[in-house]
């Protein structure tokens, strides 16, 4: 398996995802939506490895746009192997009480429609062998004061990775990796790293490991793997 759809390819974890998978021999196809400029100097990056890399924009909670999209890339690349549903927002912080219809549709829309849909397109594909990995967040397994729509809609992917995994077996493994506080570049982080059992936060590279870990083994389906350094059995010890 070697061609491999990353959505959300411009968001910071994700450039540096498509690097890596990228230096390791794939042929990827980038969805992006927004970041033209962003997007192209990625494309520019990934030119000095030896792999096929296109670009494909779409709105990832339109249906006709996903659709289009994939029928692009399937013309482009053949088949994908792989798709890495890296889409998702982390909304500001409110009271329950405060949460408007539009809000819980949006935040619904991109962090668990998007990967409905384009996992969707990916099995309609006539593919003896493929896998689907998704991207949550250990917020799917907790619960945070005030960001109740983003805990219940990461919540909802971590499921939808386990009811996907019962439909499409045998032919497609899904699964599911959800991390915990990963530092890219300078970004200032709220928590100390001393809350965190391995004493550091974590980085994509630790997301790269688990993505290759779900490639390289056809036998692991309806999983999730919790990324975070032990940040979350502290939390529940306490």
């Not at 196809?29 to 779409?58: C, G, I, M, P, R």
Request: a neutral charge; hydrophobic letters at 45%.
């Amino acid at each position: 398996m070697n061609n491999i759809l990353l959505t959300a390819s411009t968001s910071k974890i994700g450039q540096k995802l498509a690097i890596e998978l990228a230096r390791k021999g794939y042929n990827l196809a980038l969805h992006y939506f927004n970041s033209d400029s962003v997007a192209n100097e990625l494309l520019q990056k990934l030119s000095d490895f030896n792999t096929e890399t296109k670009l494909f924009k779409a709105d990832a909670k339109d249906i006709s746009a996903v659709e289009s999209a994939f029928s692009n890339i399937i013309d482009d690349f053949g088949e994908i192997n792989i798709l890495i549903n890296n889409i998702g927002i982390f909304p500001q912080k409110q009271n329950f009480i405060d949460i408007k219809l539009e809000q819980w549709n949006e935040v619904f829309d991109v962090n668990l429609r998007s990967a409905f849909l384009f996992s969707q397109q990916f099995a309609r594909q006539p593919l003896k062998k493929g896998a689907i990995i998704n991207i949550s967040s250990v917020g799917g397994l907790e619960h945070w004061k005030g960001s109740l729509l983003y805990n219940v809609s990461k919540s909802a992917l971590i499921h939808l990775t386990k009811s996907l995994a019962v439909e499409l077996a045998p032919r497609i493994t899904v699964n599911c990796i959800s991390p915990g506080i990963i530092k890219v570049a300078d970004e200032p982080i709220s928590i100390n790293s001393d809350n965190i059992l391995l004493k550091k936060f974590g980085q994509v590279q630790d997301i790269f490991a688990a993505v290759c870990f779900f490639i390289e083994n056809d036998y692991l389906t309806g999983q999730n793997i919790i990324v975070d350094g032990g940040y979350s059995l502290i939390r529940k010890s306490k």
